[in-house]
């Protein structure tokens, strides 16, 4: 089962699993109750939501505003629930912090590239499906898709019955319009 816990040396919380020790210190972690996250607005909806927006923000300047504000919200539980503690060293927290930043720096740039892969890859389907529809031959007279190509068996009766002179009628065309009747 998931649990939010903290750790009372450098302050990190996260959700974890089965794990008992920090990842970052290694200090032993301890359970953060519904009423803290309450208090702070940590590892509940507000900050989950705050977490989404940063995941879908585009220009520097809003994720730089989204991080710093997870980071605040953080910061505040930490100055005032843990950093009383005898165990709790302020250099260790800022390298936590300062680590903390650099992944969130790192998730948002992911979801940014995510983002613009998966819309590269729209846009390449949008113009195949434009260069499908516009590969169509079309009628050059009347505009019609409705065309048949000539075809070789065609070209040898025409060949056969009418000589040199039937052929020449198709000679350098490839399809016929079926609605107007042009070859071209």
């Excluded at 210190?25 to 590892?43: A, V, W």
């Excluded at 009628?169 to 107007?180: L, M, R, W």
Aim: net charge positive; glycine share 6%; proline share 1%.
């Amino acid at each position: 089962m998931w649990k939010v816990m903290f750790c009372r040396k450098c302050g990190n919380i996260y959700r974890i699993f089965l794990v008992k020790k920090c990842n970052f210190c290694g200090t032993k972690m301890e359970i953060l109750s519904e009423e803290m996250k309450q208090k702070y607005n940590i590892f509940n909806a507000s900050w989950s939501a705050l977490f989404s927006e940063l995941c879908m923000l585009d220009t520097t300047e809003g994720e730089n505003a989204k991080i710093e504000e997870l980071l605040s919200r953080k910061d505040e539980f930490v100055m005032h629930e843990v950093a009383s503690g005898s165990l709790f060293s302020m250099e260790e927290y800022n390298k936590q912090v300062q680590k903390d930043r650099e992944e969130f720096h790192k998730l948002a740039e992911y979801y940014d590239k995510q983002v613009h892969e998966r819309q590269a890859k729209n846009l390449a389907q949008i113009q195949k499906e434009k260069d499908k529809v516009n590969c169509i031959p079309k009628c050059p007279v009347c505009g019609s898709g409705n065309i048949q190509k000539i075809s070789v068996g065609t070209r040898v009766v025409k060949t056969a019955a009418f000589g040199v002179i039937g052929a020449v009628d198709d000679a350098g065309k490839t399809y016929k319009c079926e609605n107007c009747g042009s070859k071209f």
